[in-house]
């Protein structure tokens, strides 16, 4: 495909996106009924589609629409380039631009600018303080490939180097000390030998600080009470070296954990619904389920789908899953409440309230990270129930 046929199907995915479909599902159908189209062209309408999912607010006002096509005209102009010379008309080319669309649009409101939806700038500022503007300029950009090495099966140089033998560059990560950033071939991480033989996993590397912040010891017994697809359940049996219970209110998410945690040479249980007891782990992770703010780089539609009415009902669940969480922990263990929100709403305030619902609980730790220290931005509290505590 040409460069402007990829910008014609991006338009094409764009379009459908903006009308409510998801977007990995739209690019899985569009690949499926362009048989023609190689790697390297679903690629790069990927990589069209997502950079104009991050700017959407932005590159609709420099386009001048809100379409597939307004989005990519918007994104030419974003970097200075002339939108005509890709909009020609030619074979498989977008149709040249309208007078109205030829028009040079210009952004004079600063939310705009920076891809914030009006509704979330008070609350993302009241949270962000100083770090709002270039937390939000971070948000429009593409996040890094993370790597979580294994060390149940290597270490980070056997790492590197297994990785290096099959031409992906990687080099030591921020925040974890298992993080590999990888610099080219990120998208042949998941073909791998590394990959497939479980020596490294695809994870962000402000997900693993979190599991590296926990206050694991030899011979913890520990629940992942939202596993989903296990992510941190993987990284804490391998840093805990025991095995790790997952649970998840909705099982189907969990599926994938028995193959990935074989592949890791990872002890994970999955538990059934209604098999949990009462008060007998020492730790207990909540990775509640949230806006995801600190990972609309990766999920860009999700800033866009937000709205406060969602917002408080994902505040009032991850009242319900602290509260859950915690008659699972043993008198004297500690509940661990995290989520990948840039906001205090949910993350701060809930553990104020929690608190104050349980004053002889104590927070022992407080981690915040946000994409400015270099992976997505993620909230932990570690809570301490109280040794006599019935
Ligand atoms: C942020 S995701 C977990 C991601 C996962 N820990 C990882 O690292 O890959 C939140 C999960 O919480 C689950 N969840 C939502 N409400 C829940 C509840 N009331 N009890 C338990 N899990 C819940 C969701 O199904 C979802 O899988």
Redesign the pocket.
Known sequence: MTPAARVTAAIEVLDEVLAGAPAEKVLTNWARSHRFAGSGDRAAIRDHVFDALRCRRSFAALGGAETGRGLMIGAFRDVGVDAAEVFTGARFAPAPLSEQEAEPQAIDDPLVALDCPDWLAGPLRGSLGDDFEPVMQRLRRRAPVFLRVNLLKGTMETALAALAEEGLETAPGPLAATALEVVTGARRVARSTAFRDGLVELQDAA?QAVVEALPVTTGLRIL?????????SLALAARSNAPVDA????PA?MRDIPDRAARAGAEVRVLKPGALGEGQYDLVLA????SGSGAWRRSPEGKWRLDASGLRALIE?QR??LE?AARHVEPGGCLAYAT?SLLDSENGDQVDAFLARRPAWREERRLRLTPLDGGDGFFLSCLRRPPNDD
């Not at 009470?225 to 941190?232: D, M, Q, S, V």
């Open positions: 997900s992942d009470y939202c596993a989903g697809g296990g992510g941190k649970h998840d209110i909705s998410r990775d509640a389920p949230c669940t319900e899953v859950a990948c």
